[in-house]
């Protein structure tokens, strides 16, 4: 109900959101070991230019887009920090007692900043743009080869679904449970860092109860349905590869061909 | 304590593609000592309206009003003190180790003196009849039992208005009476109650007053008579046998609660 920002499906039409799940994941997966290639600022920025096309196309507002950058923020401010501060690399730009500024450190900095907001706007845009259950048919499908090996690719998936499935449902009830103890008296985010976990107590304490007693009655329910594993099991929407996922492909190989060659 | 909610109006979900208007013009008071029933079907806003009853949730826009004060303006603390509020399935928030812990859980948290707070918690396990369990984990107990356990742990508060949100909701019917039964206890105590139920029979049975939710708005307020006559298709039982009397019997008044339904019944057969 609310804006849980990290991860959150943003349900509209368009053209990214009506890609095969598995084609994304593939372009993410592509991208993200990508950006571990380019080392120039400008190669980023191509990259950062992509990105930005495919926000629009994507039709998420921008501003909620940006929300999903806000979590990272923390640690991209404290990668930049470090960098400058203490490379001494290059020509010194800036000099101030122990401090000293210098520009390689800066440049580094930031290819480290783009870097970081960079993966967490690509994984951003599959996760704002894929329902989780698709996420997790595409995840399955594309460790089935794996199967051979032994791999437990349908548990492994069908694991991830219900995980998903449950984290707004152990949101809901983390706030009503945090309603309830606040109509209690319960204060949170008052005194100091031992007080503060020690007002966390009435709502973990029931949170867990209650996640255990809704994961016995899942497996009954899924058991009461006849679920026994992956074996033969067909799926309600089958997955197809068309024309249109090989071109994402190819555009997310030209994204990273561009911004690896400026 | 007098509660006016004035105007009030919910939207959850702001700004985003979820966003639901749950409250729309809400304006409604809960006199001293009275019971209000609030019924409505499920989505009508009924949890909503009263969540804001103690600001647990805040207005998009309009005011809740205290004695003639500004909610917004009072602690928060000190107001959820003043208005108890018991969440549906309100077991699901047991916490402590054992029951005695748990009710204590708000008078400790109101700063009160140990010896108060056994007596708190003594006293209102009691008038829930689980005063034998306080040495039990709440985990280990019945649904029932929980049940009584968790409203102890809002009565403990001693607030001047005590907010019942489905609480009989999944109960066994001698539970079920048990609870009305302290709801009526609490009025005569000149504690004011706030009942939130689906249940009409329940509602028409304790209630001095009856408010009707529809789509996040007030339908109808007024006395159950009142309300419940003016639509007979959402009355409880008795309304409708009361009704259905009428037509034969004219004078049979207006009986809302089982026991008035009963006693026109017997007038009209000896007649």
């Not at chain 2, 207006?254 to 008035?260: I, K």
Request: aromatic share 6%.
């Amino acid at each position: 109900m609310a804006n849980r920002s990290l991860g959150q499906f943003y349900p509209v039409q368009s053209p990214l959101h009506s890609l095969d799940p598995r084609a994304k994941i593939c372009c993410v997966a592509l991208l993200a070991v990508g950006l571990f290639l380019i080392y120039s600022i400008a190669g980023f920025l191509v990259v950062a230019a992509a990105v930005g096309v495919l926000v629009v196309v994507s039709r998420i507002p921008v501003r909620i887009f940006l929300r999903l950058l806000r979590p990272v923020a923390f640690i991209v401010a404290l990668t930049v920090f470090f960098q400058v501060l203490f490379s001494r690399e290059g020509a010194t730009l800036l000099e101030w007692g122990f401090v000293e500024v210098h520009a390689g450190g800066v440049r580094l900095g930031l290819l480290l900043a783009l870097r970081i907001l960079l993966l967490v706007s690509v994984a951003g845009l599959l996760t704002a743009t894929t329902a989780p259950v698709a996420l997790a048919d595409g995840i399955e499908d594309l460790l089935s080869p794996l199967k051979r090996v032994r791999f437990p690719a349908h548990e492994v998936a069908m694991m991830m679904t219900i995980a998903l499935r449950f984290i707004p449902t152990l949101d809901e009830e983390a706030r009503k449970i945090t309603a309830a103890q606040a109509a209690r008296g319960a204060d949170f985010g008052e005194g100091g860092p031992m007080r503060r976990v020690r007002a966390l107590v009435p709502i973990l304490v029931p949170l867990t109860v209650g996640a255990f007693r809704r994961a016995d009655d899942l497996a009954e329910a899924m058991e009461s349905r006849g679920y026994k594993g992956g074996e033969g099991r067909t799926r309600y929407r089958e997955l197809r590869f068309r024309i249109r996922d090989a071109v994402a492909l190819v555009v997310a190989i030209l994204i990273l061909a561009a911004g690896v060659l400026v | 304590m007098r509660l006016e909610l004035r105007d009030v109006r919910h939207v959850y979900g702001r700004g985003t593609p979820f966003e639901v208007e749950a409250l729309r013009n809400v304006s409604l008071a809960v006199e001293p000592g009275e019971v209000l029933g609030i019924v409505g079907g499920t989505g009508s806003g009924k949890s909503t309206l009263v969540q804001h009853m103690n600001l647990l949730l805040v207005p998009t826009s309009g005011t809740v009003v205290v004695d003639g004060v500004d909610a917004a303006t009072l602690k928060k603390s000190e107001l959820r003190r003043g208005v108890g509020l018991v969440f549906q399935f309100p077991e699901a928030a047991l916490f402590a180790p054992t029951v005695e812990e748990d009710v204590a859980f708000a008078p400790r948290r109101m700063g009160l003196a140990e010896t108060e707070v056994s007596e708190r918690v003594q006293g209102s396990l009691e008038m829930l009849g689980a005063g034998h369990l306080a040495g039990r984990s709440p985990f280990a107990l019945s649904g029932g039992e929980k049940r009584r356990v968790a409203i102890a742990g809002v009565l403990a508060m001693a607030s001047e208005i005590l907010i019942l949100d489905e609480p009989t909701a999944g109960l066994d019917p001698a539970t079920r009476q048990d609870l009305l039964s302290l709801v009526r206890g609490l009025r005569d105590a000149g504690i004011s109650v706030v009942l939130v139920s689906h249940d009409l029979d329940e509602v028409a049975e304790a209630a001095d007053r009856v408010c009707v939710m529809e789509r996040g708005e007030v339908r109808a307020i007024g006395t159950p008579a009142e309300v419940f006559y003016a639509d007979l298709a959402n009355a409880p039982a008795t309304v409708r046998v009361g009704a259905a009397l009428k037509v034969a019997y004219s004078n049979v008044g207006t009986p809302v609660r089982y026991g008035e339904t009963l006693a026109a019944l017997r007038a009209m057969l000896e007649d």
